[in-house]
């Protein structure tokens, strides 16, 4: 079984920093596209950063230059340092990952639990 696992959310004040971590673990064959979306209440998902497997990035408008998102294949983890945090930041964010598991041909959409950012003015 294939699981994504996100932490490093919390609180922090207008202008602060947090860094988001997610691993995935399994028996995993390999891992394409990963990458963090987010979520407030009564709105749709939204994508905030992605990353290929060849390092190829994209971000939303609202967080260019101020977040980055890296990633680890050795540790099959990705990562998003978000700098200049603004209240319109605060969302329960979610891990996504695009992976094949070693025991099926294909691949497929994996989503964490999702982790709570809140800026607080």
């Known amino acids: 079984q294939v699981q994504l696992v996100e932490s490093g959310g919390g609180l922090v004040q207008t202008g602060g920093s947090l860094r988001l971590s997610c691993a995935a673990s399994?028996?995993?064959?390999?891992?394409?596209?990963m990458g963090w979306y987010r979520q407030v209440p009564g709105k749709q998902r939204e994508l905030v950063a992605a990353?290929?497997?060849?390092?190829?990035?994209n971000y939303a408008d609202s967080v260019k230059g101020r977040f980055t998102i890296s990633r680890d294949n050795a540790k099959n983890t990705v990562y998003l340092q978000m700098n200049s945090l603004e209240p319109e930041d605060t969302a329960v964010y979610y891990c996504?990952?695009?992976?094949?598991?070693?025991?099926?041909?294909?691949?497929?959409?994996?989503w964490g639990r999702g982790t709570q950012v809140t800026v607080s003015s």
């Open positions: 399994g028996i995993i064959f390999s891992i394409n596209d």
């Open positions: 996504n990952a695009d992976i094949r598991p070693s025991w099926k041909n294909v691949n497929y959409q994996y």
């Open positions: 990353i290929t497997s060849g390092g190829n990035i």
